[in-house]
């Protein structure tokens, strides 16, 4: 179903097969240079507070979180279980979402979940000051490489998801093709 090489990319999204042409092969390797730095970015974070451990999240989520828009979500994870969840999940999820990126692996899926994360970033930290300087910050860029990672199939160019598209598990389970590309 979905095939691609360095100048065709056809990939399904919204549940629309989609198919772009990179007439040039330098937007295919655009794409690859965007997700190693997107990959990289968070992969890193993650990595530092991994070799920081513990790592303790209660400044955000029930710190700065407090008093923003998405304060009312965010703080619910800020003691007991929730907390622990989120102290572990941040730097854990941050490595793996850096991994897939980078090697091209589950690359919609982990583009998702580095948006996800970017998200709560952008609102909270803006809502606390950062958008005194304007509401243009990394976080907003962020949702934007992941979400441009996520759309254009970034993973069927030198990843793994270009390997993964053509097993039979992924052939014959079509909604698979929602997680990789």
Do not use: C
């Not at 772009?20 to 974070?45: D, E, K, N, T």
Request: charged share 10%; no cysteine; glycine share 14%.
């Amino acid at each position: 179903m979905a095939t691609s090489d360095l100048t065709n990319v056809q990939t399904r999204m919204l549940g629309q097969d989609v198919t772009f042409s990179v007439s040039q092969p330098w937007l295919a390797y655009w794409l690859v240079i965007m997700r190693l730095v997107g990959g990289w970015w968070l992969l890193h974070a993650g990595l530092d507070k991994l070799a920081s451990w513990p790592f303790d999240a209660s400044w955000f989520v029930g710190g700065a979180a407090q008093g923003t828009s998405l304060g009312p979500i965010v703080t619910l994870f800020s003691s007991g279980a929730g907390l622990a969840f989120t102290n572990v999940a941040v730097p854990i999820g941050q490595v793996l979402i850096g991994l897939g990126l980078i090697f091209g692996a589950l690359t919609r899926t982990a583009a998702f979940f580095g948006a996800f994360m970017m998200v709560f970033f952008y609102f909270i930290n803006g809502e606390t000051g950062a958008w005194s300087h304007g509401v243009v910050t990394g976080e907003l860029l962020g949702i934007l490489i992941f979400g441009m990672i996520a759309t254009l199939g970034a993973g069927r160019v030198l990843g793994i998801d270009a390997y993964l598209q053509n097993t039979e598990v992924v052939k014959n389970n079509p909604r698979l093709q929602y997680l990789i590309g």
